[in-house]
């Protein structure tokens, strides 16, 4: 090659579940081998990886799918994959209800002091 050196295209895609398990354990602080049983509920305890994979996937003749997104509920976290694979991260909604929850329990004790 000219110039001396090797072209490598770093760019790398990933999968959508890959990129799932990637960004929670990106929030956790742990590495995507630490988020596992029994610390960490498997992806395919909520979702079929292979099924979310191939949401996103092109036609088998190229032509991209249309858009969209889905969500879904994984290790405390709202997961909303839209259609460049992108992966965002919230609170999930069961998790916001349990804290409401609590609150409500906390400031129901108060009422009473």
Same mark, same amino acid.
């Given at each position: 090659?000219?110039?001396?050196?090797?072209?490598?295209?770093?760019? /790398? &895609?990933?999968?959508?579940?890959?990129?799932? /398990? &990637?960004?929670?354990?990106?929030? &956790?602080?742990?590495?995507?081998?630490?988020?596992?049983?029994?610390?960490?509920?498997?992806?395919?305890?909520?979702?079929?990886?292979?099924?979310?994979?191939?949401?996103?996937?092109?036609?088998?003749?190229?032509?991209?799918?249309?858009?969209?997104?889905?969500?879904?509920?994984?290790?405390?976290?709202? /997961?909303?994959?839209?259609?460049?694979?992108?992966?965002?991260?919230? &609170?999930?909604?069961?998790?916001?209800?349990?804290?409401?929850?609590?609150?409500?329990?906390?400031?129901?004790?108060?009422?009473?002091?």
């Amino acid at each position: 090659m000219e110039g001396g050196g090797d072209s490598v295209d770093e760019r /790398i &895609e990933r999968s959508p579940s890959q990129s799932v /398990i &990637e960004a929670v354990a990106e929030a &956790e602080g742990v590495t995507p081998g630490e988020l596992s049983p029994p610390e960490y509920e498997p992806l395919h305890a909520v979702v079929d990886p292979d099924a979310l994979d191939a949401l996103f996937e092109h036609h088998a003749d190229g032509r991209p799918r249309p858009g969209g997104s889905v969500f879904f509920e994984f290790c405390g976290y709202g /997961i909303t994959v839209d259609e460049c694979g992108s992966v965002m991260l919230s &609170e999930s909604a069961s998790e916001s209800e349990s804290e409401s929850e609590s609150e409500s329990e906390s400031e129901s004790e108060f009422d009473g002091v």
